[in-house]
């Protein structure tokens, strides 16, 4: 092998190099020494032998082999030559050719030390002569071929080169470069007696080079060399073959031109199939390929000037298919082949480059250029500085391409690190279509493998460029999506990041600028135009984020969609999953239109329409879904928030407008819902409509929340109830049941607080201080209706149902029970009469206790228009014991109750009257035909029988009182145990025998009263007919049925009343005074006798003071 390495840059000899000049001279000397010596020896020897003519015409063409003796005689002539070695040889031989020239050839040359250690061998040496020099004594070699002859060249570590003769001899010379060893053979032909030599052939030729920079050795058998003089001009030339350990061997050439006496030279290597590392590592010009792994071919030339100084080296090298592996560690990276012809000057170090090409799957391109070396480490170079223009650009890395794209051209500015390897791009500028990829960064080896950091920027790129570029198996899903929803755009500020980690993930950064943009950012929403915004690709999550955007939903106008993003989180899933963020302003119509897109259809699924609310919205909607199509619904989800603002709506209830300041929207793939504070006509709400958006084919949805219940609710839902009935105001829950076709269902309850009730037919009010319970259950059809309505609430407690008429306004409520306070407990029937008129009421049954009810009053002075009012109560409780069942009335309440009633005085004796108002109750006129009965049914006198009766009952201060008069006529009265005891008492026989007979008989009786709810305080009372008189004032305990009564009883009244004059009523001139007590069962009279002796104006005497009228 003659690898051959020039490194320029070395100088004029260091001091070391002049400390081995002896050494080399002496090597020098020795060779030389021992060759001229044999030489001389063996044609002094053939001179000997070849005496005369006739022994030299004998000898042509014949080979004479040296006897014993003579090859005895030259090996002692050469040890004699050569002290302290021993030559040996097999044969020699001469012969003497057709041109009288002498050649002498000796096989099997050995040289060996005295201890015998070989030095050096040849397998044959032949030296030829000229005769006529050898005639006149002179021995003057003309051509010498050898055969096996061993050497051994080695580069020392500071770059020098020495040559030497077989593995032990001293170098027979050391020279700064392999170029300037000839020069030692140039000395040697210089010499006279080598002056006629003209051919030097050396064949199986062995070479052993040692390069001590690398610590690598190389040994090559079976080389040539050929040496061609003529006159003073020198022609070198040798070829040898390599066994490098590759599937193919490696075979040099040299040659070299030059003139004896001069340094000038040009000289010149060609190589086959060399290994890159091996070059690399011969020639500091070469350096850099050291990081390809593949078999160059090429040839190298270089001039030498007559100083010694190399001038610039011409390199043209053609690289076989290989890998780029700066080291074992690297993965490598193919290409197919490589070219370079370039220029190394070793003054300044800058190689140029003319051609510098490179064909692979990934990428094919041309480049020109220069490249400097910028640093060296122990001589050789470190790293390089370079720039470069590249053209015819195809690149198809990793077969990536269905059609290679191609560039316009690049520059590249670089410094390339040799050891450790690293390559670091200033700036790499792509020039494509008019536009500017800059991109810089480092490539490097660590003991793991690539380490890589590139950056990149761009101006500006459409995306069909973009897309050309971007080869369809580099994330293809996001890929897939820019393609089929990126229509139109601009992409600017384009920034681009790859970072590679041994054992790591590569990192990818991808970011730019877009505006102009028209994106499907969603399959089937609207489409998203004039966008403008930024784009990343961060690892493994691509985010596309618009700053400026619109829509144009079906209805509604456009929503502004600034802010809105779309996401893949990981680009590497398959398939991709994406996040839409849409943020989106605009109307509510808009904004519902766009909710009711094919693949959400929100809306529609709601049973609405998108048109359902007037305002403004902002939507805030998160979008999953997967990058395939076609897409089955439940691959979708979604979560969407809205602000609906300054809401005004007549469909979301029909017939009523409903306004909000805000509402919020809030749905997912499984609900729908809108809450929020407003007004419904002039009722504040606060409540939240829902819906579920699975398997709700009726359309059905939900109002859940809470309504102001006032006089304003009263007013918008038509309930037409007199003036005055609300006061306040009170919070209820609402909940609302709606479907598609179906009728709204509603359910309302509140606890009333803060609502002031008054219902004056009943006389019942709920101030707004108290609290209690309603809840009106119901559908909201035309008309609504409620089906249930109860109310609890301190002194009123009702349920029952309310029908309305297609006008909205009251129909019948019929109350299935109403419980006011404690005197009325009764259904109720509430039937409208139309707008602005007072309902009729009617009483169907149950009781009341007039005893506690102020039914039937107002207030003084009020105006107020009432309503008519039928009673038809199973029991009216006068007082305690007292009731009339069967109770039947018609009744007017304007300015209070006044009306006709009739009844059974606890259901045996029937009565009738009237009502008026009076003082803000109610007065009473009750009348009857059959006194008696009416008596015996109160059970005061239980055998009274006959008679008329006229009673009036006027409101008393006292609740639940009367002030009443009584007026009796013709009663009959048999078996009273009362009277029947005064009777006894005064021994009148005739009137005891007549009670007990046909009864005694009163024409007139009077009576002034207080009735109480438990007790009856008769004033004055007086009972007169012709047989009696009698006077009475006093107390009935009506609960307990005790008496506590006094009076004046007239027997024969008919004449002792001549004196009723100067006495009360009832009273005669002589009467008994009496006191009655007990029951009326078991009366206890006590009579005065002496009573009857006092005239009746005296009689005041023994009276007690009358009972206070004070209940």
């Known amino acids: 092998m003659t690898s051959q390495d020039r490194d320029n840059t070395q100088g004029a000899s260091t001091p070391d190099e002049q400390a081995a000049q002896p050494a080399r001279r002496a090597g020098r000397g020795l060779a030389a020494s021992m060759m001229w010596s044999v030489l001389r020896t063996i044609m002094v020897l053939v001179v000997l032998v070849g005496l005369g003519g006739t022994a030299l015409s004998w000898l042509v063409s014949r080979p004479i082999v040296a006897p014993d003796w003579l090859r005895d005689r030259i090996a002692s002539r050469a040890a004699e030559a050569l002290p302290g070695l021993t030559l040996g040889f097999s044969d020699l031989v001469m012969i003497v050719d057709d041109g009288w020239t002498p050649r002498i050839r000796l096989r099997d040359v050995s040289l060996a030390s005295a201890e015998g250690l070989p030095i050096m061998s040849l397998g044959e040496i032949e030296v030829g002569v000229s005769g006529e020099a050898l005639l006149r004594g002179k021995i003057q070699p003309g051509r010498v071929t050898l055969s096996g002859l061993r050497m051994t060249m080695r580069r020392m570590a500071d770059g020098t080169f020495d040559l030497a003769l077989g593995d032990a001899l001293p170098p027979v010379e050391r020279a700064p470069n392999p170029a300037a060893l000839i020069e030692g053979l140039d000395n040697l032909l210089t010499q006279p007696r080598f002056a006629g030599l003209r051919v030097i052939d050396a064949d199986n030729l062995g070479l052993r080079y040692e390069d001590a920079r690398t610590g690598r050795a190389w040994q090559v058998d079976g080389g040539r060399l050929e040496l061609r003089r003529d006159g003073d001009d020198l022609r070198l030339r040798g070829d040898v073959a390599l066994l490098s350990g590759y599937d193919y061997a490696t075979s040099l050439s040299m040659n070299y031109t030059g003139r004896i006496g001069t340094s000038a030279a040009q000289i010149g290597l060609s190589f086959e199939d060399i290994t890159a590392v091996d070059l690399a590592s011969q020639s500091s010009a070469l350096a850099w390929l050291g990081v390809l792994r593949a078999p160059i071919s090429g040839a190298m030339r270089v001039s030498v000037d007559e100083a010694g100084t190399p001038g610039p080296l011409s390199v043209a090298l053609q690289i076989g298919q290989g890998v780029v592996q700066p080291s074992d560690e690297a993965a490598p990276i193919p290409f197919d082949a490589a070219r370079a012809y370039m220029t190394f000057t070793p003054q300044t170090g800058q190689l140029a480059f003319d051609d510098l090409s490179v064909r692979s799957k ?335 084919t009726r359309g059905e949805s939900q109002v859940r929340g809470t309504v102001t219940l006032s006089q304003a609710f009263a007013d918008e839902f038509r309930l037409d109830l007199p003036p005055g009935t609300f006061s306040g105001a009170a919070q209820g829950q609402i909940a609302l049941d709606l479907s598609r076709d179906g009728t709204p269902r509603f359910n309302l309850t509140s606890d009333l607080a803060g609502l002031g009730l008054s219902v004056p037919p009943l006389g019942w009010s709920l101030p707004r201080a108290s609290r209690g319970k309603l809840e009106v259950r119901g559908s909201l059809g035309t008309p609504v209706a409620v089906d249930r309505i109860a109310l609890e609430a301190p002194g009123m407690n009702l349920t029952g149902a309310i029908e309305f008429t297609p006008e909205g306004q009251l129909g019948t409520a019929r109350l299935d029970r109403v419980r006011a306070g404690d005197w009325l407990d009764a259904p109720v029937t509430l039937t409208g009469r139309g707008a602005g008129r007072v309902p009729a009421i009617a009483v169907t049954g149950g009781t009341a206790d007039m005893r506690r009810s102020t039914l039937g009053g107002s207030d003084a002075g009020s105006a107020q228009s009432g309503g008519p009012l039928r009673v038809a109560l199973d029991r009216l409780v006068i007082t305690e014991g007292i009731a009339l069942t069967g109770f039947r009335g018609d009744f007017t309440t304007n300015g209070g109750l006044d009306g006709n009633f009739r009844g059974s005085v606890n259901g045996e004796a029937e009565v009738v009257g009237r009502v008026v108002p009076m003082n803000g109750r109610s007065a009473f006129r009750i009348q009857s035909d059959t006194a008696g009965r009416v008596i015996a049914a109160a059970g005061l006198l239980p055998q009274a029988r006959d008679g008329t009766l006229d009673m009036t009952l006027r409101p008393a201060a006292a609740p639940g009182s009367y002030d009443g008069t009584l007026r009796v006529d013709n009663l009959r009265l048999r078996d009273a145990p009362a009277l029947a005891a005064l009777i006894n008492a005064v021994s009148v026989v005739g009137l005891l025998e007549q009670m007990n007979g046909a009864g005694l008989h009163f024409a007139e009786v009077e009576a002034d009263f207080l009735l109480t709810p438990d007790r009856v305080v008769l004033r004055s009372g007086s009972a007169v007919g012709a047989s009696l008189g009698v006077s009475m004032d006093g107390i009935y305990d009506v609960a307990r049925k005790q008496m506590e009564f006094q009076g004046v009883f007239s027997p024969v009244y008919m004449i002792n009343g001549i004196g009723s004059l100067l006495t009360r009523k009832g009273e005669g001139l002589i009467g008994f005074t009496y006191r009655l007590r007990g029951t009326p069962e078991n009366p206890q009279v006590q009579l005065n006798p002496l009573s009857a002796l006092a005239p009746g104006f005296l009689r005041e005497v023994f009276r007690r003071p009358a009972p206070d009228a004070t209940p």
Do not use: C
């Open 362 to 696: 990934w990428i094919t391109a041309r480049a020109e250029g220069h490249a400097t070396i910028a640093a060296l480490q122990d001589g050789w170079p470190a790293s390089l500085l370079g720039q470069f223009r590249i053209s015819d650009i195809i690149a198809d890395p990793a077969d990536l391409y269905e059609t290679p794209v191609e560039l316009e051209e690049a520059l590249l500015d670089l410094r390339l690190d040799l050891e450790p390897f690293r390559l670091s791009l200033g700036q790499l500028t792509l020039f494509d279509r008019g536009q500017r990829l800059l991109l810089d960064g480092q490539v490097g080896i660590t003991s793991d493998g690539w380490k890589v950091a590139v950056n990149g920027s761009m101006d500006a790129v459409l995306p069909e460029r973009v897309l050309q570029l971007w080869p369809e198996r580099v994330v293809p899903n996001t890929r897939n999506w820019v393609a089929e929803n990126l229509h139109s755009a601009r992409l600017h500020d384009i920034q681009l990041g790859w970072r590679r980690n041994p054992g790591g993930e590569d990192k990818l950064y991808l970011g730019f600028g877009f505006d102009g943009a028209n994106v499907t950012y969603a399959r089937d929403m609207p489409l998203l135009t004039d966008a403008a915004g930024q784009a990343s690709l961060t690892g493994n999550r691509f985010v596309v984020s618009a700053t400026r955007g619109r829509v144009t939903p079906p209805a509604g106008g456009t929503l502004d969609l600034a802010g809105t993003s779309f996401i893949i989180p990981d680009v590497r899933q398959r398939p991709a999953r994406a996040q839409v963020r849409l943020v989106g302003q605009g109307s509510i119509t808009a904004g519902l239109s766009m909710l009711d897109s094919p693949n959400l259809r929100l809306i529609e699924k709601a049973g609405r329409a998108v048109d359902l609310a007037d305002g403004q919205a902002e939507v805030t909607a998160l979008i999953d879904l997967p990058l395939i199509r076609p897409m089955a619904p439940s691959d979708l989800r979604f979560a969407v928030t809205a602000r609906l603002r300054d809401v005004q709506s007549t469909q979301i209830m029909p017939g009523r407008t409903l306004r909000a300041a805000a509402l919020d929207l809030r749905a997912d793939t499984t609900s729908l819902s809108i809450g929020g504070k407003g007004l419904l006509g002039d009722v504040p709400f606060d409540a939240t409509w829902s819906t579920t958006l699975k398997d709700n």
